[in-house]
């Protein structure tokens, strides 16, 4: 006969693993407070700093407007461009953007929905879709062998998968400069 089930205990808690937690987050806390870490919080102070807009809008016909807060910055490459000390250039931001269009294109796949009609083809999207797609992947690789590998991964990074770029700024910044210079 098996042995009767025990109701489910959760793990012990080890005191030690809540203090390694507790300064981790004071660490975190002391070096977003220095400017030295991004804070990306719904409710940190760099979220209520962010750039925002009110905008009237109507959610249906007859409806009352609502006023609602519009941030203005959307991507990584917005909140370097419009933070105080501005981080990128006008020509910065403006090939970052460009290469955040490819990549955003380069990605992009056809309709997301399945159809009850039977299919004939394999393809996923029109052929209109898949030149566009084709199209932005040749600019991005243009663009890319005109960097050194650092390079490249940062702008991917930065301009393509929205992350924040810590200490290589700087790398950006050449990057992005160079793009400017010679990507057509």
Known sequence: MPAPRTPFSPAPVHAAAVLRAERRARLRARDIAAGLQPDMGADGPAALMRPAEQVRVQHAPGARPHTMRRLTDTCELDRLFY???AALSAEQHAVGLRFKACWRRCISTGRLVQRYSPQTGQGGGTLE???????????????????TLARARVVCAVCGLDEH?????????RALDLLHEKWR
Not at 129 to 147: G, M
Not at 165 to 173: N, S
């Open 83 to 85: 933070r105080a000390n």
């Open 165 to 173: 770029p810590g200490t290589r700024i700087r790398t950006l910044h």
């Open 129 to 147: 879709e898949t030149e566009i797609s084709v199209n932005a992947r040749h600019a991005i690789d243009r663009a890319l062998a005109l960097l």
